[in-house]
């Protein structure tokens, strides 16, 4: 008896998942990358987001994405992707300092200020220089920093990011990428929508966290 009432319940929460998912409508709340991305982790939700330091809407949007972040389930990995789109040298510099504070395991931490030094400060980065003089202001390590953000290795990091932009189908930043299946970009947030547009992101988990207990 226990064991059926067990499979009654998971049948239950299979339910819900599959009825919080049937309003989401393609094309209005999330546009299908066809064919599906593979993912970096196949036992879990891989959510992604394609941002820039260098776009304003990704430093709106940034405060809201981290406090949901960090209430994501244990089933859910979030990842970042900092893109180029051939925007120019502002936007290639920038996606080298994700890209090197991330290999040095500073992304998450510093993230904030990188933002908040290009959007608020006006902070002058067009040289490298000045680039490692705010990072070793900011209790980074120089050199190590420095060897990093200059290797071959982090420049096809780079060149790679926009080859997954253009393989999941994304035009604009911030997007964030639901399992290698779902895209949903994200608006400005003029209308302080930016929960209500998670709220919708959090639907899409549950599609595909149902999608995957089907296989």
Same mark, same amino acid.
């Given at each position: 008896m226990?064991?059926?009432? /067990? &499979?009654?319940?998971?049948a239950?929460?299979?339910?819900?998942?599959?009825?919080?998912?049937?309003?989401?409508?393609?094309?209005?709340?999330?546009?299908p990358?066809?064919?599906?991305?593979?993912?970096?982790? %196949?036992? *879990?939700?891989?959510?992604? #987001?394609?941002f820039?330091?260098?776009?304003?809407?990704?430093?709106?949007f940034?405060?809201?994405?981290t406090?949901?972040?960090?209430? &994501?389930?244990?089933?859910?990995?979030?990842?970042?992707?900092?893109?180029?789109?051939?925007?120019?040298?502002?936007?290639?510099?920038?996606?080298?300092?994700?890209? %090197?504070?991330?290999?040095? /395991?500073?992304? #998450?931490q &510093?993230?904030?200020?990188?933002? /908040?030094?290009?959007?608020?400060?006006?902070a002058?980065?067009?040289?490298?220089?000045?680039i490692?003089?705010?990072?070793?202001?900011?209790?980074?390590n120089?050199? #190590?920093f420095?060897?990093?953000?200059?290797?071959?290795?982090?420049?096809?990091?780079? %060149?790679?990011?926009?080859?997954?932009?253009?393989?999941?189908?994304?035009?604009?930043?911030?997007?964030l990428?639901v399992? /290698?299946?779902?895209?949903?970009?994200?608006?400005?947030? %003029?209308?302080?929508?930016?929960?209500?547009?998670l709220?919708?992101?959090?639907?899409l988990?549950? *599609?595909?966290?149902?999608? *995957?207990?089907?296989?």
């Amino acid at each position: 008896m226990a064991r059926l009432h /067990g &499979l009654w319940a998971a049948a239950l929460v299979l339910c819900a998942l599959a009825a919080s998912a049937q309003d989401l409508q393609a094309g209005r709340d999330y546009d299908p990358i066809a064919p599906a991305q593979p993912t970096s982790d %196949a036992s *879990k939700v891989v959510v992604t #987001e394609f941002f820039s330091y260098a776009c304003p809407h990704c430093f709106s949007f940034n405060p809201t994405l981290t406090i949901w972040e960090n209430k &994501l389930p244990k089933d859910v990995r979030f990842e970042r992707v900092a893109v180029v789109f051939g925007k120019g040298a502002t936007w290639q510099k920038l996606a080298q300092v994700f890209y %090197a504070l991330n290999a040095i /395991g500073k992304a #998450e931490q &510093l993230s904030p200020a990188v933002f /908040g030094a290009i959007h608020v400060e006006g902070a002058d980065w067009q040289t490298d220089a000045k680039i490692i003089d705010w990072m070793a202001a900011h209790d980074v390590n120089r050199n #190590e920093f420095t060897a990093v953000f200059n290797s071959l290795s982090l420049r096809a990091l780079v %060149a790679n990011a926009d080859q997954l932009a253009t393989a999941h189908e994304v035009r604009s930043v911030p997007t964030l990428v639901v399992d /290698g299946k779902y895209a949903r970009q994200i608006s400005d947030n %003029a209308n302080g929508d930016f929960p209500q547009q998670l709220a919708i992101v959090d639907r899409l988990i549950d *599609k595909a966290r149902a999608e *995957k207990k089907q296989h």
